[in-house]
């Protein structure tokens, strides 16, 4: 029953494409676990511009590998002739250019916005988000410093604990310190729904357990890419009631407990 009006009338979706379209605007969230060449690219341009057409989101962002943003931006305007596409490309990124380009994202009526992974990581985060998450992970951690304490045995996750809640704590520091220059950031730009794209590379979040002895969970504090999308999709979600985030990847899970988990 679904229909895509504006789309390229030559291109015919496959079932599991359409499937996927309408799950998105049903749901409002979701992760395409396809196989390379199963048609992702399509699936997510269909679903975005449907969430623009039927006034679900005003401004998608797309987050594609460095390689693939101009390759992206040419599948938009393949299946939406007519579609308002800004690529951002690594130039457009850099300091002199930064504020010029996120005053076009804030002020345009973009139907989508291409930003490569690197790039998108150069959008300063909103501090307001970031230091809720902060606090949060930090009241994880007093709880599970308590509990550790609690069990016998335990003396070693206990100073695990007690190191990361250090670097929280030092993060918040940091983030009291930080200067606020003029710069727009991400909660400027006016994004309203996020499509990440081989998003398997964001999968090395934070996480807090008083477990011992369980092979494959990987560093407990995680990375600061995962850590920056966590906060701009986290951002994302909140505003658009729990909804508006989308990941795409063949490879959710490679071989560990803390990526089933994330």
Same mark, same amino acid.
């Given at each position: 029953?679904?229909?895509?009006?504006?789309?390229?009338?030559?291109?015919?979706?496959?079932?599991?494409?359409?499937?996927?379209?309408?799950?998105?605007?049903? *749901?409002?969230?979701?992760?395409?676990?396809? /196989?390379?060449?199963?048609?992702?690219?399509?699936?997510?341009?269909?679903?975005?511009?449907?969430?623009?057409?039927?006034?679900?989101?005003?401004?998608?962002?797309? =987050?594609?590998?460095?390689?693939?943003?101009?390759?992206?931006?040419?599948?938009?305007?393949?299946?939406?002739?007519?579609?308002?596409?800004?690529?951002?490309?690594?130039? *457009?990124? %850099?300091?002199?250019?930064?504020?010029?380009?996120?005053?076009?994202?804030?002020?345009?009526?973009?139907?989508?916005? =291409? =930003?490569?992974?690197?790039?998108?990581?150069?959008?300063?985060?909103?501090?307001?988000?970031? @230091?809720?998450?902060?606090?949060?992970?930090?009241?994880?951690?007093? %709880?599970?410093?308590?509990?550790?304490?609690?069990?016998?045995?335990?003396?070693?996750? /206990?100073?695990?604990?007690?190191?990361? @809640?250090? @670097?929280?704590?030092?993060?918040?520091?940091?983030?009291?310190?930080?200067? %606020?220059?003029?710069?727009? *950031?991400?909660?400027?730009?006016?994004? *309203?729904?996020?499509?990440?794209?081989?998003?398997?590379?964001?999968?090395?979040?934070?996480?807090?357990?008083?477990?011992?002895?369980?092979?494959?969970?990987?560093?407990?504090?995680?990375?600061?890419?995962?850590?920056?999308?966590? /906060?701009?999709?986290?951002? =994302?979600?909140?505003?658009?009631?729990?909804?508006? /985030?989308?990941?795409?990847?063949?490879?959710?899970?490679?071989?560990?407990?803390?990526?089933?988990?994330?």
């Amino acid at each position: 029953h679904l229909t895509l009006p504006g789309a390229n009338v030559a291109i015919q979706l496959r079932p599991h494409q359409l499937n996927w379209v309408y799950r998105s605007l049903v *749901d409002g969230n979701g992760l395409a676990d396809h /196989v390379v060449g199963a048609g992702k690219t399509f699936a997510i341009i269909a679903s975005m511009m449907e969430m623009r057409r039927l006034g679900m989101a005003n401004k998608p962002m797309i =987050v594609v590998p460095n390689h693939l943003v101009g390759q992206w931006a040419n599948d938009i305007m393949t299946l939406y002739p007519g579609a308002n596409v800004l690529a951002a490309s690594r130039k *457009d990124f %850099q300091k002199d250019r930064r504020k010029l380009l996120f005053s076009r994202i804030a002020t345009g009526d973009w139907d989508m916005v =291409v =930003v490569a992974h690197s790039s998108f990581g150069r959008i300063p985060v909103p501090p307001e988000t970031e @230091k809720k998450i902060l606090d949060d992970q930090l009241d994880e951690l007093v %709880q599970a410093i308590t509990e550790a304490k609690k069990e016998k045995g335990a003396r070693f996750t /206990v100073k695990d604990l007690e190191r990361a @809640k250090t @670097k929280i704590e030092e993060k918040l520091k940091k983030l009291a310190d930080r200067k %606020q220059d003029n710069a727009l *950031d991400f909660a400027d730009l006016g994004v *309203d729904a996020m499509a990440v794209d081989e998003a398997h590379e964001f999968k090395n979040l934070f996480y807090t357990t008083t477990m011992q002895g369980v092979a494959g969970l990987g560093s407990p504090t995680g990375s600061t890419r995962a850590f920056d999308m966590f /906060v701009k999709t986290r951002y =994302v979600a909140e505003r658009a009631g729990g909804k508006n /985030v989308f990941f795409a990847t063949g490879t959710p899970v490679a071989n560990s407990l803390a990526e089933v988990f994330h």
